[in-house]
């Protein structure tokens, strides 16, 4: 939000006045640096998992994708995030549709696919022999697949969840209403809306990179940046 917004001088003049010192803004790639660094380091002496591994973090307003093996080989941030999608095609006269047409779930879609064209530029997604899943949108859906009575967040660590089960969970949340996945157990409040839009970009990667399943990780940029 602070690299688009067009008053990010506003925030960081606050934070400065108020804090004493200045905010640093990363780069969209550093962002994907430290990603990156905070997903695979446990995973690193793991003889269980193929490498290179593609690292996806899935956040509100954009994804970074960075594929590596102990290190960085490519990465690369789009503006392919749930709240974006959501905001861009899901929300009918000041409130998201209830549930989605389907025409508005295809122009969520084809956006989310112009996304992954412009990361496979520079990103080989096809090269990953393991998918790593990061943030909100990946740990729900974990949640709904493990069928966890509430957010449990060491059950969703390092849990694997098909393809097959993303795109159950991902066509049962384009259909249901905003009471019925509010409803839904480890369902945060604040992702209730943009869920759907972040299960379709999740499912999208999948099908791209040929994924079979997704590795879920709630280690992730804070704990790169650490």
Known sequence: ATR???????????????????????????EAQLSFDGATKELAG?????????????GGGSTE?????????????????????TERHLVVDGAVSDPPAPDRIDAVRADIAAALDLAGETVPLADAATL?????TVTTVAAIA?????????????????LERVR????????????????IPAMHPGRVDVIASGALALLAVMERTGAREVVVSEHDILDGIA
């Open 4 to 30: 688009d917004a067009e008053n990010s001088d506003t925030f960081v003049r606050g934070v400065r006045d108020i804090l004493g010192v200045v905010p640093e803004v990363v780069s969209g790639d550093q």
């Open 146 to 162: 493990l069928g966890l009575p509430e957010y449990d967040s060491e059950a969703i660590h390092h849990s694997r969840v098909s």
């Open 132 to 136: 790593v899943g990061l943030a909100g």
């Open 168 to 183: 159950e969970i991902t066509t049962r949340l384009c259909a249901s209403t905003h009471e019925e996945r509010a409803a």
């Open 46 to 58: 793991s003889d269980r998992l193929e490498r290179p591994f593609l690292v996806v973090d899935i």
């Open 65 to 85: 994708f960075v594929l590596g093996d102990d290190t960085v080989r490519a990465a690369r941030s789009v503006d392919m995030g749930c709240v974006r999608m």
